[in-house]
């Protein structure tokens, strides 16, 4: 805020204002709150749109602490002198003066942390760039410690402030986890008085993501590796740090939570150095929630994280860590500048979809959006263009200009991949254009989400989708049915086998109905994954049966600590899109914590158990299972199906089947009319007749009728599938 520095005795002064910003001014001096503008605004005859503001200033109310008479200014529209002094016309304000034997001192910046939005609009050297990024297992407090340095900076004043600022989603809040990342600018002036631009790049906090979060470190020179002083080194930490160390940043370990009654800082920082190898030495012990250690942190970034390269001259690349859909605007792209500089009207080419667009505005993310008038190299922002569609637009991609097109670019670029594939159904038939609708908009936001349609004998229509991971599969189908109200039904998780023919051909197959016929088949490869599982001791045989149980290949165990362990195994993915998750935090009371990568396709004894009903296969409830599991599989199933199906007329068997062979068969009795009821005499013949007569209509019936499967009995089997495959 400017100072007005009165002249002379500031006792009973009046002073008159005049402004071109159509507003009235007030002032404020150290020694009270309240404003002091007096007399009302009002335009002058022959100053086109200055206004007259007469202030009366007493001696008690001018600010000591400010030198003899300095009191403070400020617009009501909040740009104050300082926007008009710096020509931002888009403010409203061009020029604003105080007379009477007065003048405007505009404020120096202050030697601390805090600053404006315009401050963090000015432009730094690139020596000043700080990127960096916060990695840290679920529930170790990243998003706190975000806060705390948007709120230390001033980035976000305290009114605006809340809990998981940079989550916007509730389901990120109810679940404690980032699903879409967020970036944000802050300006922060040193001890020494040095203005330096912090660029935090978030990233998403769940295994599935983990394409999008090594994007985010590539974006960035250093990261922030934030752990839990009382939990330890957990398995979201390790691979992390696996994916900080192959980008090459500057890693400076911070232990949060060092005010819970069982913290350990030492334990843990000896856990660091011999788990990570990090040297612990100057580790920052912080406690996110209670404000510990964050000017140190913020001290640390600067000293400890390197300066970008300064490849201003160089043809424009920028690397693309996020995007989403505006409904207005198209496309906004979240990018790092890594070489050049783009600015509004450039043409640019995205150089894995090729496709070119003229840029309409740029801006930095602070964290809300602000245009500026171009970014160069190390700067953070966003760009709108009227992008049409996500997919023009991927994570990873490299932005570059058409007149000095980039040579190569950026590595690391990879297509997404779904994993996961279920079928989403909707329980009323009429709501499957709502389904399509809501999936169309859904996948502007989300490159990686694909589907197709699908008909199914028992649920109707509805579409067959595929999905990174697990989570990712949970927060579509929450998000279709709380933003869209859609009631869904969802089949069991599949995973994408691939089929080797006898003709050699590979064909990739993500719904078991799909499946060739045996003769057709050589061989069927299922994915694989690494896994690790980091676990207290006492848990370690629990755990170990578990993943024998799933079919896991044990690779080695290692003791962390004298009473934690890492225990390392692979196993197909399909034995862990059921209930792996649950089962591992149920045998370990929540104390155990995993982490997954994909190792590639193996060869494996795989066949597809349909279900068959009054001897028609049901393409719904058929599943790919591995031969040894499928005798367990097929009686689980059809014992579950003879509980929910009601009763016939006639007899219905259910029956499991790998191709023309039963393996597990149940039977549903009949519903009998006692047609003997009026023989209360006579032969034995008359009785043999009706009963002839009964099996034969009993028959006849059973070839032409047919079993109607309730929604009730699909929904329950379903559920037992997830449990049991």
């Known amino acids: 805020m400017d100072t007005l520095v009165l002249r002379g005795d500031p006792s009973g002064f009046i002073s008159e204002i005049l402004s071109s910003c159509g507003a009235r001014h007030s002032l404020s001096s150290n020694k009270s709150s309240r404003d002091f503008a007096f007399g009302i605004g009002r335009r002058k005859r022959g100053e086109g749109r200055r206004i007259q503001n007469f202030v009366k200033l007493a001696g008690e109310n001018v600010g000591i602490d400010y030198g003899k008479g300095q009191v403070r ?10 926007g008009a002094r710096t020509g931002e016309k888009e403010r409203g304000s ?73 989550d916007n989603m509730d389901l990120e809040r109810e679940r404690g986890i980032t699903i879409k990342l967020q970036a944000a600018r802050m300006r922060y002036v040193d001890k020494d008085g040095e203005a330096y631009c912090l660029n935090l790049i978030d990233t998403p906090g769940h295994v599935d993501f983990t394409y999008e979060v090594s994007r985010s470190l590539a974006a960035c020179e250093g990261a922030l590796l934030v752990v839990d002083a009382s939990q330890g080194v957990e398995a979201q930490t390790l691979a992390n740090v696996y994916l900080a160390l192959e980008n090459n940043l500057e890693i400076i370990p911070v232990l949060n939570k060092i005010d819970l009654p069982g913290a350990d800082p030492e334990r843990v920082a000896a856990e660091i150095e011999e788990i990570i190898g990090l040297d612990t030495t100057d580790a920052i012990r912080c406690s996110a929630k209670e404000g510990i250690g964050i000017n140190e ?42 070489d050049g500089c783009v600015k509004e009207g450039d043409t640019i080419q995205f150089m894995a979809s090729k496709k070119e667009y003229v840029v309409g505005e740029v801006g930095v993310l602070s964290p809300g959006q602000m245009p500026v008038k171009e970014l160069y190299a190390g700067e953070v922002g966003y760009l709108a263009a009227s992008i049409r569609s996500v997919g023009d637009a991927r994570v990873g991609d490299t932005i570059t200009s058409i007149p000095r097109k980039a040579s190569k670019p950026l590595p690391g670029y990879e297509e997404a991949t779904p994993m996961v594939f279920c079928g989403l159904f909707p329980i009323e038939a009429d709501q499957f254009p709502d389904l399509r609708e809501a999936l169309e908009k859904l996948q502007l936001n989300d490159a990686a989400l694909q589907y197709e349609p699908e008909t199914s004998s028992a649920m109707g229509f509805g579409f067959r989708c595929g999905f990174l991971g ?24 599949s995973v994408v086998y691939k089929v080797i023919c006898v003709d050699g051909s590979v064909v990739e197959c993500s719904n078991p109905s799909q499946l060739p016929d045996p003769g057709k088949r050589k061989a069927l490869e299922e994915p694989f994954i690494k896994i690790e599982l980091i ?9 170990m049966e578990l993943a024998q149980e799933r079919r896991g290949i044990f690779k080695e165990m290692k003791y962390i600590t004298e009473a934690r362990a ?5 196993l197909p993915m399909g034995e862990m899109v059921g209930d792996f998750f649950d089962q591992l935090k149920s045998r370990s009371k929540g104390y155990a914590s995993m982490e997954y990568s994909l190792v590639g396709y193996r060869e494996s004894d795989l066949v597809r158990l349909d279900i068959m009903i009054n001897g ?41 089947s790998i191709g023309a062979k039963v393996i597990a068969s149940e039977a549903i009795s009949a519903m009998r009319k006692d047609v003997l009821a009026k023989c209360y005499g006579g032969d034995i013949s008359r009785k043999k007749k009706l009963l002839s007569k009964q099996a034969e209509g009993k028959k006849r019936m059973k070839s032409v009728g047919k079993v109607d499967v309730p929604q009730d009995a699909f929904m329950a089997v379903l559920r037992l599938e997830k449990e049991v495959l």
């Not at 432009?123 to 990127?131: A, D, F, Y």
């Not at 859909?325 to 979240?334: A, E, K, L, N």
């Not at 890492?566 to 692979?570: F, K, M, P």
């Not at 040894?628 to 689980?636: H, T």
């Open 616 to 656: 028609e296969i049901v393409d719904p409830l058929a599943t790919i299972v591995h031969r040894d599991k499928a005798y367990s599989v097929g009686r689980a199933l059809t014992s579950k199906l003879k509980e929910l199906i009601p009763r016939q007329l006639f007899k219905i068997p259910i029956q499991a």
């Open 566 to 570: 890492c225990l390392s195994y692979e």
């Open 73 to 82: 200014v400020r617009c009501e529209h909040g740009a104050g002198i300082r």
């Open 470 to 493: 697990l989570l990712h599969m949970e927060i579509v189908q929450e998000r279709l049915e709380r933003e869209y109200n859609l009631n869904l039904i969802t089949t069991a998780p």
């Open 297 to 338: 942190i913020l001290e640390y970034i600067v000293k400890k994280v390197p300066a970008p390269k300064n490849t201003a001259a160089e043809p424009l690349r920028a690397l693309i860590f996020d995007s989403y859909f505006d409904p207005y605007r198209g496309v906004i792209v979240y990018f790092r500048v890594v």
């Open 94 to 166: 061009l020029v604003c003066q105080a007379t009477q034997a007065s003048e405007i001192v505009p404020a120096k910046a202050p030697k601390s942390s805090s600053s404006s939005g315009v401050d963090r609009l000015e432009k730094v050297p690139v020596s000043n760039i700080r990127n960096f990024s916060i990695i840290a297992h679920i529930d170790h407090g990243k998003s706190t410690l975000a806060d705390k340095l948007l709120q230390t900076t001033g980035t976000v004043e305290a009114r605006e402030m809340k809990e998981q600022f940079l």
């Open 535 to 543: 676990t207290p001791k006492e848990y370690i045989g629990s755990l």
